[in-house]
Every structure is written in structure tokens, then in C-alpha cells.
């Protein structure tokens, strides 16, 4: 991992935020996460780096789950992450979901 973090670093060198999806689909049915795994390889990058990452719900897909944007600095740079988070969701405002899904019985 430490090469990784090294090329992340490098690849981060004149970047102060990365913007991608959190998750390579929009959300998975609860429980039903762990058959996609592949699905979380956005949110990996950071967990193997240590850099800060936010994510915020830019939209949701036709079944009515979010969609989310994943914001993410360079190591010890949380404050550029939040700071970035928060413009970026008064700028987009809270996504309205156009069609729910019903609650799954527990």
C-alpha cells in the first residue's frame, strides 16, 4: 500500500480536490452490498491513502436510491474537503427523491 499511497500522493501533487462517485452504481439494496463489492473500489482509493474524503448526495437513480459524489483531499487537508462539501451542496441543494422506495420489512 505504500506505493499506492507514493502514486496517489504524486497523482495529487497540483490537485487540491478529486471528485468522483462514491460507488460505481447508484446504492444497493440494504444487505445486498457485499455481492457487489467491486462496486466500492471509489471509496478504496482514500481508505488506502488516508486522505479525507466526504461524500454528499448529488441525485438519486429511477428506483429512488442516492446517488453520491465523493469529494476528497489531499492528507491532512479535511478542512479543504468539508469546506469544498458544503459550497458544493449549497450550490446543488438537497436532491428531492422523485420516487421512493418502500421500506423493507426488518
Known sequence: TYAYKRAFLAFMKDIDILLCPVTATPARLHGTTMNHIDDCTYVMMSN????????????????????????????????????????????????????PMPLPNL
Request: net charge positive.
Open 48 to 99: 488506502l491513502t488516508g486522505a479525507p474524503a466526504v461524500s454528499i448526495n448529488c441525485g438519486f437513480s429511477t428506483e429512488g436510491l442516492p446517488i453520491g459524489l465523493q469529494i476528497i483531499a489531499k492528507p491532512w487537508q479535511d478542512h479543504v474537503a468539508l469546506a469544498f462539501a458544503k459550497n458544493t451542496q449549497k450550490i446543488l441543494g438537497i436532491p428531492k427523491i422523485v420516487n
